[in-house]
């Protein structure tokens, strides 16, 4: 092994050590990271990370970014398991796959769906790693082209211009009124999720996976996708 690859393989390795030692301490004290107190974990000088995060955001938005790739990478690989022609089962696949994995992850779900971080601003990098979820459910809509059921209540126009210019970014030739249901399913997938990762659903539901499963089925019909 050469110098270079020796050095890259060294660096890549104390990245890696790095995020993990954060990931424990967003599991412990929440999304307040201190590089001190990871450094002092790893049993060496704060100005040390900094050859490898120049900043507590740096470390962050490294975070966040494999978290929302993780997640995708979840949801991705459950949704193409499912046969092409079967659009309720990718949906729902979908929807599963996004809550077992916040569920094993619940730390990592609450630095991206949870308060805000004080002082930290994502950065325009952890918009794509964020959409992965909601570009596999328009494929989906999008898949069922004239077999979907119609949608009936008018969009408000303000509403249809948000929706045209998501469009015209990132959903193809996707209907407004058919993202409209999207969002819908979208929102109340990470809301129900949410609800269950920060215990607003203690006392209340016991049936968990029945629920969200009742509810995922739901926005199924919403979005117009026939059983």
């Excluded at 490898?52 to 470390?59: I, K």
């Excluded at 978290?67 to 193409?80: I, Q, V």
């Excluded at 328009?138 to 249809?160: K, N």
């Excluded at 209907?175 to 809301?191: H, K, M, S, Y």
């Amino acid at each position: 092994m050469s110098a270079s690859s020796l050095r890259a393989q060294v660096r890549s390795e104390m990245i890696r050590e790095i995020k993990e030692v954060a990931r424990r301490h967003l599991a412990a004290h929440g999304p307040n990271l201190s590089l001190r107190a990871v450094a002092r974990d790893m049993d060496i000088v704060a100005s040390a990370l900094y050859r490898y995060f120049p900043s507590r955001d740096a470390l962050l938005t490294a975070l966040i970014t494999d978290a929302y790739e993780a997640l995708g990478a979840a949801a991705t690989e459950a949704e193409s398991a499912v046969p092409r022609e079967d659009l309720r089962g990718r949906w729902l696949a979908t929807c599963r796959a996004t809550r077992t994995w916040a569920l094993a992850h619940p730390a990592e779900y609450g630095l991206l769906y949870g308060n805000p971080v004080p002082g930290y601003a994502a950065p325009r990098a952890t918009t794509g790693p964020a959409t992965a979820v909601v570009l596999l459910l328009v494929g989906i809509v999008t898949d069922g082209g004239e077999r979907l059921e119609p949608t009936q209540t008018p969009l408000p126009e303000p509403v249809r211009s948000d929706l045209r210019r998501l469009i015209d970014q990132y959903a193809g030739d996707l209907p407004a009124e058919r993202l409209d249901r999207v969002f819908a399913g979208w929102t109340q997938l990470f809301g129900l999720i949410s609800f269950e990762v920060f215990g607003r659903l203690n006392d209340t539901i016991e049936a968990r996976l029945e629920y969200f499963n009742h509810h995922m089925a739901l926005m199924a019909d919403l979005a117009g996708i026939p059983r």
